[in-house]
């Protein structure tokens, strides 16, 4: 088992990020009055000279990292995800991605995941809002092990990269030692030959559940975990799709602009292909806990099993 299963994901961020920093002096962590709040803060007393606190300031937070990546530095800021797309992002088009500036983007506890927060705090426009941007990468991590090893790929990526990450203790999706991530390359967590599940960030455990009851009524799905949006792995959507014939899309995320808009603009252009998305369905969010809100949103792995079920229903009904 992983050393990172179980552990709250701004511990494994903080963990992670320190042992990057002793072996990069390039590399400079910059929060926005939300240190405590995203597992940054001991990184301050660590290395002073490159963690800072810019205070409630998110577009000078951008500013400021593009000026340091042009001094060769590797900005990384932190934020809520509200703030660290919203807010900035006249900063984040013109300073950092057309500067083709190297700061990395971080927002935390993206779409409902900002639970008792409420609508304000709940980004659910910030991927549809980043993928029209040229030139960002876009990425969600699904556990504590993949963002580990993410975060030195991130770091190692000449260019802007933007992180989805939920704070606190998720379910483990790749707890085995012999698990290797690649940025731009999607992973399949079970084969299938009925549907074609595509899956990113909290979304992932959810299908992984959706699986277990699919199971029991014969259908086999494939499950993959898109974890980078943006560049999107073509080859494997297109592949799955080719096998299966049809698709449901799972995201934390309004289903317009997000993983389920990048798949269906894929598969529209090179392999035509029923797309059903599970996600937020064009609404802001609300007040409440996670379960509820998956309930509220229709997002739970039932929710999940039943687009499945009604995609190969209708696949069948077509021949």
């Known amino acids: 088992m992983s050393a990172n ?6 511990v494994v961020l903080k963990e992670t990020l320190q042992e990057l920093m002793a072996g990069n002096e390039r590399i400079a962590v910059i929060d926005a009055d939300l240190a405590r709040a995203n597992g940054t803060m001991d990184l301050r007393e660590i290395y002073p000279d490159r963690a800072f606190d810019v205070g409630i300031a998110e577009q000078n937070m951008a500013s400021i990292a593009a000026g340091l990546a042009s001094c060769g530095m590797i900005p990384l800021i932190f934020t809520f995800t509200p703030f660290a797309t919203r807010r900035i992002c006249d900063q984040i088009a013109v300073s950092i991605a057309y500067a083709k500036s190297n700061v990395k983007i971080f927002g935390t506890d993206p779409g409902l995941a900002a639970e008792l927060n409420g609508a304000t705090h709940m ?6 809002v980043l993928r029209s941007i040229p030139g960002i990468v876009i990425y969600e991590a699904v556990d504590g092990e993949q963002l580990a090893q993410a975060l030195p790929q991130i770091i190692a ?3 802007p990269v933007y992180t989805r990450l939920f704070r606190k203790t998720i379910t483990p999706v790749f707890e085995n030692k012999g698990y290797t991530f690649s940025l731009f390359k999607a992973d399949t967590l079970k084969e299938g030959n009925d549907v ?4 990113s960030g909290i979304m992932v455990q959810e299908s992984i559940e959706a699986l277990k009851l699919l199971e029991k009524e014969g259908i086999s799905a494939e499950l993959i975990n898109v974890h980078t949006v943006k560049p999107l792995d073509e080859n494997a959507i297109l592949a799955s799709a080719a096998k299966t014939g ?4 799972c995201e934390n995320h309004n289903v ?8 269906a603009e894929t598969l529209s252009r090179r392999l035509p292909t029923p797309v059903r998305m599970i996600g937020i369905q064009d609404r802001f969010g609300q007040v409440g806990m996670l379960p509820f809100l998956k309930q509220e949103y229709g997002m739970t792995a039932q ?7 009604e995609a190969v229903a209708e696949k069948k009904n077509k021949r």
């Open 256 to 263: 317009i602009g997000g993983l389920g808009s990048a798949v």
């Open 157 to 159: 990526h000449e260019g």
């Open 246 to 249: 049809t698709v449901v899309s």
């Open 303 to 309: 929710d999940i099993a039943n687009a499945a079920k």
């Open 196 to 199: 074609s599940i595509f899956a």
């Open 5 to 10: 299963t179980n552990k709250e994901m701004r």
């Open 123 to 128: 980004s659910v426009e910030d991927v549809g």
